[in-house]
Every structure is written in C-alpha cells, then in structure tokens.
C-alpha cells in the first residue's frame, strides 16, 4: 500500500505510488540528446561573442587563462526591468497589478559551452556561488526588490533557452506566495518548538539517516520525506543562516563541494538528466530570523507533472525517497 | 513594459513577459506527432480488449452501435487504493503521514483510439461529462473521501501514458492544500462582499470583454487576467453551484457545448497541442456553500516551467491573455 506525506515545509500533502512507476505507456517525451561543442561561434555566452550580451555587470577571471571564468550579465529578455514602479493599480476595482520592476540576470559558469554540471570542478564552482552572493548582496540593497530567486535550469525539459552552462538571478518587488506559505509553516514551528523548523529537519534525517545521501563538515544532502518528484534532493547548510547573503567563504566552498558530489551522483544515477536548482533564501529585510535557513533544491525532470498535480498542488511521486537516496548513496 | 498580475482566485503572481517570447533558443522539447489508427490491438480502452481492464464500474451504451460509447473502470495502476484507514502516523515525532486510501479511476471516453477533442461531438461530450458526474455524486457518499478532481491530461508533454482519449477521476481523503488557499480567498471575498468571487469574476471579465472566447447561454470561457500559461483557458456558469455534483442535466449539455466550441478553437489556434483540463469544484460537504463555483481550467502545454515557477510558484507568461483570447474568438 502507498503512503500520502506531508512536507513539513509547506504541510503539501504528497503521494508516493511505486507501483505507479510501472504502467504502460504509449510514448514517453522525447530525450533530446546533444553532442555540444567546446565553442559555439553563435553562442552569446562563449568567449569572444561578449558584445553578443549587454556589458558585465561582474566578472571574475580565470587564474590559469587570464581571461574570464565566469561572468554575470542582464538578461537580454528579462521577465522583469529595472524601469517602473511597485504602485499597485486597481482596475475595475477588481484585478490587481503593477509593473514588472526588478532586476534579472544571467551569470555564466564557465568559458566551455559543453561542460555538463559534474564536469565543474569545486573551485569553478566556489566562483560561481561568489558571483551569485555578491550579485544577491548589492540586489539586497536596491529598495525594491523584496526576494532574489537565483536558479538553474538545465536541459530542454526543464526550460532552458540556450545550452551553454548558465544560472539566473531575479530580483522581484514581491514575496512569492508560496515563500510567504513555507514561511508562516516555518514562524509557526518556531512559535511551537523555539528551534528553527530546517535545522531540526536536518537533525531528523541525520537521526535517521535513510534519506541521506552524503553528509559533509558544513553540508547534508537528502531526499526529503515529502519528494514531490523523483531524486528531487535538497542540500541544506548545519550552520543556522537564514539568507545566502549572509553564508560565509567557507560555506560557499563546502557548499561547491557538496555540489559536485551531487552532480556526480545525479549523473550515475539517473545519466545526467534535465533539472532545475533553486536557491532558497530568507525575504529581503528578514536576514536574521531565528526561523528559516537558506538551501538548496534540486529537481530533476525525470517525469511531466500532469492535470493532477496542476489542479491540486498534490504530487503523485511514483519513487521512494529512501530507495532514491540509497541509490545515490550507492551511486 | 510588463506587468505583474494578481490571480484574484488565489492571490497569486504572475510576471506577465511578452517580450521574453522572442528568446532566441538552442533547443526546444521534442513535440511528439503520431498517426495513431482508430484501434489499437495492445490498447486496453480499445473495443474487444475489455479484458485487459478491471471490469466496467459504470458504462453508457452508444445508440448508434449498440456498443458502449463511454466506460468508467478502476485506474490499473493507481495513485490511491480503496484499502487503509485516514489514521495519521507521525513518525519521530516529525513526519506526518497515513494510507494513500482513495479511489482512482479511468474514464474512457469513446471508442475511436484516435479520437481528438476537437472531434468529440456535443452529444457524445454530454455523455462523458454525465459519467463524470455520476462517479463525483457516488464518490462523494464514501465517508473516508474529501476531494474529487477530475482532470485530463492529453498528449505525453501532458502527463499522459496512454492515447487512447481518457479522463481520470481521483478521489483523496484531504483537501489540498492549493485548494485550501482558494477558498480562503474565496471566502474572504464573500465576507467582504456578501458575494461569490468567481460569479464577480464572471461578470467582470463579461464587462471588460477583452479576455471572452466566447459565451454561450450558460457558461463564458475566457482567458483569465493572470494566466499563468500562454492560452490558459477558463469555463465558468453563469449559474452558481459551488459542486459539480449538483450541476443539472442541462448544465452538462450546456458546458458541453461549450467545451466543445473550446477545443475546436484550440485546435485551430495552437493546434491541438497537449494540454490539462481539471475540473474544480467545492471539497465534498461544501456543496451549499454561496462562495465557491464549480468550473473548468484548461492548461495547454506550449512552454514548459522551469526553475523560477518551481521555485517561486510565480509564473513567467509571455503571452498576453488579451492577445491570446482575440485570437482564439478569430480561430
């Protein structure tokens, strides 16, 4: 028999249906599969097209090249501008809206266009979490802007627009819905227990140790109880930090470490699928509440959510995080 | 400029971004074009493989054939099952969970493998929509059960693992906690009000015209002033009835037709794309309430979320639903 969950994150109720995973399919959506190039000569993210981009906004460089390893520019076709206001207006005294005003970029991870996620080494990938931090910081200071969502999309099935290795930053006037959720879940455990909700959260799965996957000095990654999707893994920090702003160098480093572990395992375990990662941080203004810890969230898009999961926000999971988690162990 | 707009159903936002439409790209997923036959020897909707199913819950004969036109039978691989109790579990004094106890089913919705929706006539819609209902009215009497939703999921970027033309009904024994939050808005409105926000909503949108496909004696389908996907589409009554369990014998006929009217439309405008319809309707014991309508939400799959929609639960649209709604009245 199956189980329904709850994330104690969101109280979001999930189902796990093994058996589920098991029934027939007339067609499963294509794998787009693609030998890349080291270079793209129409690539605006490969070196020598930088006037393909507007200006960096950052740039770091490459000690062994001299030329630049990562970069971070605005994105050419923002979903929000940095013109405007945050007035709300009302039309028809019923339908509410107001500019899109905000900030997004895009940081570019490396100079190679094919490197697949494992292939980035800890210290190429200690400057990449540089870039975000010091890009997160000065979006911090900008009075509009209310959350910063920093994120990766890899591969077509999880929407990404352009091959080369890329992350984006987008800094909005608003606090998402379903962060004010996650929130009010984490203020009422603070309110009942006076302990951070994530870092007890850490402890349980440590005490259990079934969802692990790796644990590291700063780092522990898991499967969470309540996986709404296959693999999904959540790397989270032991050191009680409520926003990315705020980690320290060192964090950043371990963080780049439990990464490329993550990597690693996610492409021997499910051949370097598509995924999205999402950075999760504390509000803008809310850097020092006791309540929330920033982390990490990585989904790979193994399975299409369908007309379940979009008209109930429950998702039918047909993999056992503990049988996922093993196999990342074992990975 | 864009805009960012309230759902006023959910007080969710969504980043309305036209112009990240003309994003240039590397890859798009693969849309995935079948010439399927009429009938499949190894499809177990098909006529004459009544076996590989579990046996009819609830069938309707097709006058012409004399054959079934409409069968109803338990999900072969289901997301729920019948046994278990609602007893939560908390494990470590943490985690919540209980039996994944409910009822899945399938609804084959006509015997013709290849049937499109835009091929389904009004009559034989009505019957489809009759088994809808009579399982939702039956369902609805199990005391262990909460929610109904039925949905539909259509093509694989849709979910969907099999072609034959079907619908899904699941009964679970808890509210999700989406249509949790949509009630709380609906509620407030009403107590702000002394009226239902949907029928409000219904009047507006009628008003305002801009985002009308089409209206019918009975039930407007309209593009919603937040879509969170490009040709989101909407079919509300003009009625009010908070549960599609009591909506009459007319009512079906009249949606439809109206559904009907909708797919062709689709069909001509983004041909025939794969997409999600679910059917929302009040949690069962709610059936009197004045604030909830009962409606239809259909998803099309033209773009795919990626890691700010995971993230955030904010969408990215970059198509502007006034545009979409003019195009699908042109279609």
Redesign the interface.
């Known amino acids: ?6 994330d ?1 994150t ?4 999930v ?3 093994k ?2 995973a ?9 794998r ?1 599969r ?1 030998d890349l190039p080291m270079y793209s000569p129409t ?2 993210f490969c070196p020598g097209n930088e006037e393909m981009t507007p200006p960096d906004v950052l740039s770091y460089s490459d000690e062994k090249t001299g030329r630049w390893g990562v970069r971070v520019v605005a994105n ?6 940095p ?2 206001t945050t007035k709300r207006r009302l039309e ?1 005294s ?7 005003v905000g900030i997004h970029e895009v940081i570019v991870e490396c100079p190679e266009h094919n490197k697949t996620p494992d292939a980035m080494d800890p210290d190429a990938l200690t400057q990449v979490l540089m870039a975000y931090q010091e890009r997160y910081k000065a979006l911090s200071r900008l009075p509009f802007v209310k ?1 910063i ?1 920093i ?3 890899h591969g ?8 080369h290795p890329h992350s ?1 930053l ?1 800094a ?3 606090v ?4 004010r ?1 996650r929130y009010e879940v984490a203020i009422r455990h603070y309110d009942d227990n006076g302990s951070c909700l994530y870092m ?2 850490v402890r ?1 799965e440590q ?2 140790g079934t969802r692990i996957v790796m644990e590291s000095n700063g780092f522990v990654v898991f499967h969470p ?2 996986s709404k999707y296959p693999f999904e893994t959540w790397i989270m920090p032991k050191k009680h930090e409520a926003s990315f702003g705020n980690a320290s160098q060192g964090d950043l480093a371990g963080l780049a470490d439990a990464l490329h572990n993550t990597m690693t395992k996610l492409r021997r375990a499910v051949d370097n699928a598509d995924f ?5 941080s504390a509000p803008v203004g809310d850097e020092g509440k006791e309540y929330y810890l920033w982390h990490i ?1 990585i ?1 790979p898009r193994l ?12 998702h ?1 999971n047909t993999s056992l995080p503990e049988e996922t988690a093993r196999a990342m162990r074992d990975a």
Request: hydrophobic share 40%.
């Open positions: 028999m199956g189980e329904i969950r709850q104690p969101t109280k979001e109720w189902i796990m249906a058996d589920r098991e029934r027939t399919r007339d067609s499963v959506p294509e787009v693609k690539c605006p050419r076709f923002p979903a929000v501008t013109e405007g028809d019923f339908f509410l809206s107001m500019d899109s959350s969502i994120f990766k999309n077509p099935r999880a929407g990404t627009s352009l091959d984006q987008v909005v006037p608003v998402p819905t379903e962060t959720a007890d959260l349980q005490d259990s109880f309540a999205n990662l999402v950075l999760d969230r989904i399975t299409e959510i369908a007309g379940f999961e979009i008209g109930t926000g429950i039918i």
